[in-house]
């Protein structure tokens, strides 16, 4: 019987694990090279760690399951409130502010299309402890620089939600959290009638008013003349600090984020091109989430990069290490295999026959895995202390004395 996979998640062979990896590794030695260091939390998590902020309603949109002792779990959809969780059960006594990063899976039960899978990873960084805008402003370069470090071709848009919240600040959470959605979802359809029907149309005007504005800094100016008792200092000064650090953006009040526990600054980043409509590849921002998970109320800010989005339209190359392969005429595969951890031990990738073929079919098995020479292990010239080492792209072969065959080959 054959079995397929299951809807939404993908098989990755060795070509494209090989890419990813090298693509992980670029995202991992940035992130470290702005001091932060790799967590690891489980794949899966008490239910309510995710349903406390945004509600019941967010279990239609994630793997949720009973386990045999009935505990309602749930496979984590993304990791800023795990991170957070297992910030306050180990980390809360931590010198602050504490900067950690994660590479993981995560699993949301989604409609899959291009770009958008039921299994995905997340590249993230979580900065934990200061509400300061230099913080923002250190995670927003943080993802720029990976993006830009990779060759992708982006648009940065930041908001802050606080503008909205401000606007809406007489209504219920419940209300506020709906506006918010369609508005993430940019469903405006939507935005009117449910504004209609709860009789808040006088709010229609200002909505749409913020959320068109598009810009630099100006934007700013026009969206005081909607809230004046707001303080926009802060966005101001994220907005100069980017400005001096040469990094291109755009202010954008629409930006307010699909996840509920966002407070200030948010951010997405877009790609150009190559991903039609599933183009948005890191989302962040700063949050509060420590208050709910039983610690005080700590100030955070971070981001999640799309990995696999990113992986799709990104250029990066893996590196292939020279290959070799040890062959051998019948009798001499443990010569062979001798030979081979000599190579493998000087950090050589040495293939050997394990399917007992003959000399031939070794050879023709090094032009299989495009092997850059092939050492001929054969019986009559090892009595004479040699190997034939063949060049497999010139064909090339000479005869190399067994206790010269690293220095050969340069090791
Ligand atoms: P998010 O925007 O929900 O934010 O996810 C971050 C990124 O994950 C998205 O921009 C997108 O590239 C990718 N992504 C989301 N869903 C899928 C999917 N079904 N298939 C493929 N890629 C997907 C968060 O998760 C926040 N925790 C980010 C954050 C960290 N905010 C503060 N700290």
Redesign the pocket.
Known sequence: MRIERPKGTRDFLPDEMERRREIEKVMRQIAESYGYREISTPTFEHLELFTIKSGEGIVEEIYAFKDKGDRDLALRP???APVMRMFVNECSVMPRPLRFYYFSN?F?Y?NPQK????E?W?F?V?LIGSGSYLADLEVILLAYRILKELGINFELNIGHVGLLRELLKDLSEERVRKIMRFIDKKDFESLERFLEENDLMDYYDDIKTLISMKGRKEVIENAREVLPDFDFGYIESVAMGLERLEVDFNLDFSIV???DYYTGVVF?IYAVEGLGA?N??????S?RLTHLFGGGDVPS??????F??VAEICSVKSEKAERIVVACTPGMELNALRIAENLREKGLVVYTDVMERGLKKQLSFANTVNARFAVIVAEREYEKGVVLVKDMESGEQREVPKSSILEYFGL
Request: with cysteine.
């Open positions: 993304e990791l800023t995560c949301r989604e770009g958008r899978y039921r995905f997340q993230g979580e984020r699909g996840l997405e599933q948005q590849i890191c989302g962040g921002g949050y800010t971070g981001f999640a990069i799309g696999d989005r």
